[in-house]
Every structure is written in structure tokens, then in C-alpha cells.
């Protein structure tokens, strides 16, 4: 029988292509329409996003290096608490992997919709190409992480290049008329914070992304958490500064109608010629979102089944180590989600997903948090000695800001959430059963052919038979 060909790695440029390609998706090319609501404001939601984010990439860097294992926040979770908040994580965060996958393939089809009108149109046609395009990137994958790889470099190059162009060309066309004024909510400034950091935090889904594949990772321990960190930072520094040259670009009441900000931005600054330029950018970004998230999609249950919190089928993985199953499993449903909604809107389906995605990919970030919390207490060899006390305040500052994230995101989505993540128990509660049920037989059968042993052959040597004990006198 031949043996299955090694797997190829992603080095330390694809890991951070993953976060950056991941985190820069659908969700930055549509949000200035979202936050011209609540006007300049947004842009300190912004702030105490990013700074969030990197808190938690702070995090996540200290545990990769730690527990180099494939899983991400799930196998973090597990080590701390247990089999049930790890099956708790893991859950939450593939519902919100496959669904998030939904909205990108619905926001790629939306900057599509520039270049071919009729999908703007025929609902129908939209949800086709959407699932087409998931397939095909579904495809893509099943080849190997390093093909997932080689595509999300590519396309993240060609991502920045239109976010690159707003977010440093268009500072010299800004008009201060246009910002508006600075709080347009009419609520007080800390609920209009909060509410749009709610939406902005979006954009940051995906900074864990080079933990989930830890073992495709060359060298885990240092080029994780280099990609994370590096990834994140970058990140953030082109969104705030794309979302300060938008704001400056575009007058605030035609803002908040704009479905293509970032492409009636570059009209403003540059002419028509960059429109379709941003346009074609974010479609590519679209496209290299999809392509990154459904790399992970098959990882996490594929992590949560070798430990027996998933089906056993989700665990078996094709010939370059990839967990077939899984991506193929998570296709099939981000694309009925797809087709379910598909009599919906675009934005509406969009903002829907995201909104359910975001909560249930918070709510692992904030058990990542205190988990790193709970080992460095109780596995402080797995960590430096001298960087306790610090690592210690950033898991607790992470912790909160995922708390405040879980709790902007309004009691809607909270509630909805809250019952996804519920209606897993009975999932959990099956597997345990059938891990135990699997393990009693188990034990039986090795018990049932020691007996046979013992009677075809006698004791085992050492062992001689046992002495008839001694009659008892009368």
C-alpha cells in the first residue's frame, strides 16, 4: 500500500495572506454605507475595534505559541474547560464559518452586479453564481491547504491595491464639508459607539485565521503568531484610514444609500475609471474572503472529530491531509442558506448573516480569552515566566472588549444566536453517548476475547492457574 504523500505546508507570507485575506473580505467595502448613520463618530468605533482586535491577536499569538494544535479557539477552549465548552466553541464557530461564507459568496455576487447588471435583476441568477462560486473554491480547497494557499496570496495582493488606492490617494481629495455631523445618530455618543462598533467588528472577523490550521504551518510557534499580529495591525491601519478618505469623499446623504462606497469614492477622487477598478477590487476581495474561510471550514469539525466532539465523518481527510468531509459538509449548507434567502435582497440577506456569523464567532473569541486566563495558571510551563502578569491584563481586556461586542450586537441577534448555539446540546449529548457506547463495547470485546483466550490456551505464561482454595473444615 503506498504511502500518502506529506503535506504541504503554508509558510509565514500564506499564514498572514490567511489573516489579512480573511479580515479584508466583503464586509470593508459595504460598511461606510452602514456607518454613515451614525456620521464621523464611527470612526472612534473604529479605534476601540482595532484596538479589540489586536488584544485578541495578542491572545491568540500567546496560545498558538503555546499549544501549536490545529483547531484554533476550539482546541484552546478544550484544554482549558473541558470536552463540553470545547464542543460549545467548536460549534459556534462553524455555524459561523459556513453562514459567514454565505454572506461573502452574497457579497461577491453584489460588486459583481457592476460589471453584469442582470444579477442585479434575476435573484435566481445571483444565488446560482454565488453557489457556483462556492463549489468552486470548495474544489480548489480539496486539493490541500496549499492550493487554498497560493490562491488567498494572489488575491489578497489584488485586494490592496483598490483599498490602497482609497485609503492613501483619496486623503488628498477629502472635503471636510462631507463628513457631516459627527454624531448623526441622535442618541448619545457611547450607544452610537457601541452600535457601530457592533458593525465594524466584522471587518476584524478572521484574525485567528492562522491559529485554526496549525499543524498545515510551518513552524508553528513563531510564524503564527508573527502572521497574526502583523496581519491584524495591517488590517486595521487600512480600514480607518480607507473609512476616514470615504467619509471625505462621498456627502453623507449619498453615503448612506450607496450600495458601492468604496467605488463612488474613488469616482469622486479619480473619475469613472477607478469606480470600476474599486469595483473589480472588491469583487477579487469577495472572492479571496470566500476562498480563505472555506479552507477553514473544514479544519475546525475536522479538530473537534479526531477528538470525538464531532462525528467520527468529519474527521476523514482526503489524499493531501485535507478534511474532505468537512468542507464538503459546510458547502452544502452555506449554499442552502444561500438558496433559502434567495428571494431576499442582497443587503438584506448580508446584514442578516453577518450579524448571526459575528455573535457566534465573538462568543468562541471571549472563551479563548479566559482561556488563556485559566492556563496560565494551571499549565505555567507552557508559558514565559516573566510575561505572566502582562499576558494576564491583555486576557482580561480581550475578554471584556468581547463581552462588549457580544452585547452591542443587540438583543435580536444575541437571542438567535443564543438558540444556535443552544441546539447543539442534543449533539453533544449523542456523541457522548456514542463515545461511551462505543467504549463499553470496546471493553467488552477485549474482556470476551481474553476469556476465549484463556479457555484455548490456557493462562498466560507467568501466570500459572490459580490454587483451589482450601476446603473449609467442617
Known sequence: MSAKP???????????????????????FLLPSSLAAYGPISLVAWGFTATGAILL???????????????GPYAYARRAFGDFVGFQTAWGYWIAVWAGNAAIAIAFV????????????????????????IWLLTAVNAYGVRGGGAVQVVTTVIKLVPLLLIAVGGLFFIEAGNFGEFNASGGSAFSAVTAAAALTLWAFIGLESATVPAE???????????????????????????TVAVLGLVPAAALATSTAPFADAADAAFGGWAADLVAAGAA???FGALNGWILLQGQVPFAAARDGLFPRVFARTGRGGTPIVGLVV?????????LMNYNASLVDQFTFIILLATLTTVIPYAYAAVAELVLLATDRAAFSGGRLARDAVIALL???????????????????GTLLIFAGMPVYAWLKYRNQHVHSQAMDDAVEAAVDDAELYGPPPGRPDQPEPPAQAA
Do not use: C, Q
Request: aromatic residues 10%; charged residues 15%.
Open 6 to 28: 506529506a503535506r504541504r505546508k503554508l509558510g509565514l507570507w500564506m499564514a498572514t495572506a490567511l489573516v489579512v485575506g480573511n479580515m479584508i473580505g466583503s464586509g470593508v
Open 57 to 71: 491577536a495578542l491572545v491568540f499569538a500567546r496560545m498558538a505559541r503555546a499549544y501549536p494544535r490545529t483547531g
Open 110 to 133: 453584489g460588486y459583481l452586479t457592476h460589471f453584469w447588471p442582470a444579477l442585479g435583476d434575476d435573484k435566481l441568477l445571483a444565488a446560482g453564481v454565488g453557489v457556483a462560486t
Open 216 to 242: 498545515d504551518v510551518k513552524d508553528p510557534e513563531k510564524t503564527i503568531p508573527r502572521a497574526t499580529i502583523a496581519g491584524t495591525a495591517l488590517t486595521a491601519l487600512i480600514y480607518i484610514l480607507g
Open 284 to 286: 477579487i476581495s469577495a
Open 330 to 338: 459546510s458547502s452544502v449548507l452555506a449554499s442552502g442558506l444561500m
Open 398 to 416: 480581550a475578554f471584556g472588549y468581547s463581552a462588549w461586542a457580544i452585547a452591542g450586537a443587540g438583543y435580536e441577534v444575541v437571542y438567535k
